[in-house]
Each structure stands twice: as C-alpha cells, then as structure tokens.
C-alpha cells in the first residue's frame, strides 16, 4: 500500500489544482511521444512581487493605527487584521508583504511571531508593541518600522473597516467558505497547526470572496 504523501507534497498539489489552465507553465514540457528523457516541470511561477518586511513591523503598525483610533486589539484580532492587511496588498496591488510564515490553526490564520509575543495578554488587549530578541545582545529590542506609503494605506484601510470587530467576528470572517484558510484547514487529510496559507491560495481565493474588498 502506498504511504500518504506529505504535508508539504498535499499543499504544492492543492496549489496547483487552484490554478486556471492559462496560469500553468507547460512550457518545459511540450506534448512528445518519447517519455524517455522526460524530466519533471518546473512550478509555475509566483504571479506577485514579494517584499521582505518584518511581519511584527506590520503588526506594530496595525496596532499603532488601532490605539490611534481608540480602539483595543487582542493577540486573536491583531493576527487576523494583520493578515487581511497582506490580502488586501496581495489582491489589490499584488504584493505579498514578507517572508514571514502564515499558517492555518484553529482559530485561524496566524504568524507566530505575532502569537508567541502577545500570548501573554490571553484575551485580554496588547498593550505594547512587539520587539525582537537579539541574541548578540541578549535583550529584546525595538522592530524599525519602515513600511511604503501604499503598505500604511493598506493598513489605515483596514483599520478603519475591520478594527472595531471583536476578536470573533474577525475570527469568522477569516474562517468564511472558500477562504485561504478554509482550503488548507479543511483539507481531506488535515495535519496540525503548523500548516502553512500561501501566498497562491489567497489569490485563488479571492476570486471567490474578500473581506477587505467589501464583496461578501
């Protein structure tokens, strides 16, 4: 009996199948009878630009943009608007925001280095922004927030429309049919919380739904 195929191996393929025919690149493999030298194609290509920020530079900026309107922000509701503010860069100007990685628990998309940070608040507000351990000094120090104007109005917009929402309705809004996270948790062979939401599935995706686009 053949072993299952791994976690890593389901997602390229769950990837692959949400791809239009057009998007696929078949061009290292052109139809042939003689299989003899065939060799495996190439996977398509990444249809977005990528920037390197430090998601918990984006997570400090969500919060500075939430206390800055009154409102209180806890560990559940940061990581959620955090990620609808990389949506909402991916789909409207289709730019993935980090290298950081974005995956699929319980209660929904969440990046660890915001969660292990702010577990301590429980569900309580965050009170304070997210610094980074430096090993070489032995002590946490402050994140540089240096994000481009498009990405603070990504930001500020999603501030605005979503950061009033309690942690629940921001946790059932990126638990909605058809969303990225959907797709990865409720997978036929579902693995464990460390299952990761690409940048491909959010696009995919969003053909079908967005919150920050308004189409609900």
Known sequence: MAEPLNHELQRQLRELALLRDEDIDTSDIPEVTD???????SQPEASYAEKDYDIRAVANAVLKSAWDRGLEVTNMSLNKLVFFVLERALVERNVWLTKARLE???HGPVFREIYTHSKKFGEQ?????????SVHQRRFLDVPTQLDEETAADIKAVTDKLAHFPAARLR??????DSAWDWVYNASQKTSAGMVISPVMILASARRRSVTRGRR
């Open 172 to 177: 059932a809004l990126s638990h909605s049919k």
């Open 35 to 41: 299989w003899s030298r065939a060799t495996r194609p």
């Open 125 to 133: 507000p965050v009170t304070e922004l997210i610094k980074a351990y």
């Open 104 to 106: 699929a628990w319980d």
